[in-house]
């Protein structure tokens, strides 16, 4: 997969952040994995305000600061949204009537960046057919990580 360029919703930095029993193991191998083959991470503006929330509201800033540093230091593209990735979410929510709005955007701003696949852990979006969605249980298959 080298070359690639994948999509990171917020639950991914969530669970290697705050270090999640769940999940942590499986994405800290997958970051690894990406810094090691060159695999290009993007994630969205949105991603910022939705890691963020629980922090300030603790009043926690380390996490916020963690955060930010992890973004700089894995050299992950966060892209803003603007008027073409919004009308792309316009479109997959008047496709998918059940998809919420901002996972949409999510959604959206990863296609127009040209993402070969989605990393989530929301099995709703699995449904979605026009980009690759990879969720947590299936990580590994990616074939990025050498076991």
């Not at 629980?54 to 540093?69: G, T, Y």
């Not at 990735?85 to 949409?104: H, M, Q, T, V």
């Amino acid at each position: 997969m080298t070359g690639s360029k994948l999509y990171l919703d917020t639950a991914p930095f969530i669970y290697f952040l705050e270090k999640s029993s769940l999940y942590f193991d499986q994405i800290r191998d997958f970051f690894i994995a990406c810094k090691n083959q060159g695999i290009l991470l993007v994630t969205s503006a949105i991603t910022i305000e939705e890691y963020c929330v629980f922090p300030l509201s603790q009043n926690d800033n380390q996490l916020v600061s963690n955060f930010d540093l992890f973004l700089k230091g894995m050299n992950i593209e966060v892209v803003s949204i603007d008027k073409n990735i919004a009308l792309k979410a316009a479109e997959i929510r008047a496709k998918y009537k059940s998809f919420k709005a901002l996972d949409a955007l999510h959604l959206a701003t990863a296609i127009t960046s040209d993402c070969s696949v989605f990393v989530t852990n929301d099995k709703q979006l699995l449904q979605i057919q026009e980009i690759s969605v990879c969720t947590m249980n299936n990580l590994n298959d990616l074939t990025l990580i050498q076991n």
